[in-house]
């Protein structure tokens, strides 16, 4: 059973930092396009980061120059700086997988969701 396990999250000043990772677990062959997501009250899921196998990334406009995707074998993270009240929201990881019992095949896997609150 393949599974995304997310932390770093918690409130947080304006202006300041916080890292969030992610961590793929199970059967797992390969980990194709990961990425991150949030969630605001009210509102619908958006796309913040994401990030290709090869290491291609690309960001919503709201963070471009503020957050940074990375990633290795099997993790993904979201250095956030210069955090504003706008970007309190649930983050989600997100991680297009194949597992070993699929190896060819692509399935789509979320975590459970962390919060971040900016807040003075």
């Known amino acids: 059973q393949v599974q995304l396990v997310e932390s770093g999250g918690g409130l947080v000043q304006p202006g300041g930092s916080l890292r969030l990772s992610c961590a793929a677990s199970g059967s797992i062959s390969s980990i194709h396009d990961m990425a991150w997501y949030r969630q605001a009250p009210g509102s619908q899921r958006e796309p913040v980061a994401g990030i290709t196998s090869v290491g291609t990334t690309n960001y919503a406009d709201s963070v471009k120059g503020r957050f940074t995707i990375s990633r290795d074998k099997l993790t993904v993270s979201l250095q956030m700086n210069s955090l504003k009240s706008e970007d309190t929201a649930v983050y989600y990881c997100?991680?297009?997988?194949?597992?070993?019992?699929?190896?060819?095949?692509?399935?789509?896997?979320w975590g459970q969701g962390t919060q971040v609150t900016v807040s003075s």
């Open positions: 997100y991680a297009e997988i194949s597992p070993n019992m699929a190896p060819r095949s692509r399935f789509a896997y």
